[in-house]
């Protein structure tokens, strides 16, 4: 996008903004009920509102994000939409724009911030819970099936590589889900063509075009006498305007300087309203800094008498929005460096104070003795604008240390893990630690050979799950992104990989109903590494061939270290209200019991069924996976002795043998409180 071509003057090149934004803004305008003459208006009011807007622009934000937060701004505050549902649509739109005018107005503002966002690498919580109001009118369900908000996220991309792979699974033997993935799929896909259907109509981009005034540029005068004239005024003003510019950042310096001869400390002693920014009737002022080698946050206070909004991006815990690119930059090498990771908390009620944290090292190994950060926020509670601070930071002198423990012993667990507590920080702003999950040489050995054994090359490893708590069992609120999203098919569950990690923390516990921060931590306090679980995959080699003959029973002789199997059998099942006629196929056996410090142990065989297809290539199975999890459940509290069902429905051609088989086996262990190693002792 030539911004710049726009901004020296030449006003045809917004004509590519016009192009590329223009099908969405029009069709946006008829779905909030605008009839085709006023959408032309709005369409074309909007787009000169951004156009003036332009100068305001940092070049350091993406620009789709620039422009979407401009657009939905000017349709929903600039100009009202109405109400009325008189404006004709496509049939095949009509469902979908009926239920977009049904929404809420913070459903309808994110659902448009994501259609006008180019950059759409991930599907951000806030817009999931828009489209998923928006889509999942009269989705069919099942109880035996997926459910279908996690097919909903199946579909989006938004799950995990392990919740793939079981949803791949269930799908390629229950029609009824594929049937309601492609149901998703297609509602999306009707939004998507909704907002792309035509270009925007060429008359409204001429009336645009005609109306824009160039940005003003610099003319060549006739007159010799004038230039010398211009150049003599310009050299005073560019000196005035230079001493202008650089003094209040030379009385910054001076003031932190003059700060460590009277105080012994460079930060968070200077004069109230030192470092503030003003507009909108809006002040934002910074209260206070901490710079330490794991944390470092930046205290503010918002003032103002107007009525702000902390729910404009659908989160109601601070008036700022933590996933603006270019909230902080940090300047290094005469160039402003967006910090990417930052968290904001808010410690007052109207939540008009708070802290932002960010973890410098992220940014750069080394930084200089000296530089600024560049404190750039450009919407508070709902209103844009533009608040710029420049904190003056002098690193190694006003750097607060953290307090390191690293003498740790290496914790070895069930004989196939150990856990190594390489380091752990512990400052006034928050904590780091380093830590590394593996598996022991041993254990490692083994998975090895039985992998070149059966000729398996896969090694999907294992995951673990684990917290900081202190005494009480509350826990940290960790600081990383990766743990800031919640999915809507599970509760919040930070599932590691084996390997080192390094992971931040707030001093904050947090509730883990909601995940967020509530109570502050206590200095000093011990806290613990506590793991909870640990689950991994083995590969495995077995294989069952079982006629499709009601009655048999086959005993099964296979010699294995987590199940005594017994035998398979076949039985007809009669019809029911839910389920078919259907041949029953079941493996009994026991699962064996193993003394170890885990307090709850589940072991499972991952089973699939192959058969010759023939021409029976429509034959498909029925996984009732609530049976299976039952019995999976009974097997462990009640000795319940099923290990897998699978039911054939026999209306239908059936092939007369299948094999039942498994090349992996998956186990948990859940630890509760069992296993804690003190971190700060």
Known sequence: MNIQSILKGNKDSFEEILEDYGSRLYQSALLLGYDKEESENVVANTFIYIYESLKNYNQSEPFSCWISERIVTYLFEKKRPRTSTSVLHDQKHLSFVTTFQQLTTPYKKTILHYIFQEEKKEVPLEVEKALWQLINEN??????CMRPNLLFLYVLGNISSYERVTIDDHLEFCPFCRETSEEIKKRLKIIHNYFNQAACPEMIKNKVLQQL????????????????QSIAAGSIIGIFTMFIIFQPTLEKWTTLASNYMKHGEYYNVWKEGTYT??????????TGID???????IDFKIET?????????????HMLNVYQLGLLQIQLDNEFVPIEQTSIISTSDDLKEGSIYFYLSDVSETLPEEFTIKLLPYRIGGIFGSWEIDLPIQYSKGLKEAEVFTSYETKTILDKYQIIINEFKYSEVGSELTFTVDYTEAEEERRMAKREELNYADDQGFHYQ????????????PFSYMYNRMSLSSYYEPWQYYGQQTHMYHHYYYNEDAYMPTTKGKKDEDLFFLLESIEFYDVANIEMEVPLKDGIQIP??????????DYVKVEKLEANDERPERLQVSIIGQQKMK?????TYIFDYMWYVDYEWGENENTYLDFYWEDVDANSMSRRTTNSNIIFQVDIPINQTLPETIILKSDHSKNYYYFNDKFKIPLNK
């Open 139 to 144: 989705l069919s369900s099942k109880e035996e």
């Open 213 to 228: 005034k160039p940005y003003s540029m610099n003319k060549k005068s006739k007159r010799k006498k004038a230039i010398y």
């Open 277 to 286: 920014a003003s507009d909108k009737e809006i002040t934002m002022e910074i």
């Open 291 to 297: 710079i330490t080698s794991t944390l470092s946050k």
């Open 305 to 317: 008498e107007r009525e702000l909004d902390a729910t404009y991006l659908n989160n109601d815990t």
């Open 466 to 477: 684990y917290r900081i708590v202190n005494d009480q069992g509350e826990s940290l609120y």
């Open 556 to 565: 099964l002789s296979i010699k294995d270290e987590y199940i005594d199997f």
């Open 595 to 599: 003394e170890h410090i885990a307090e």
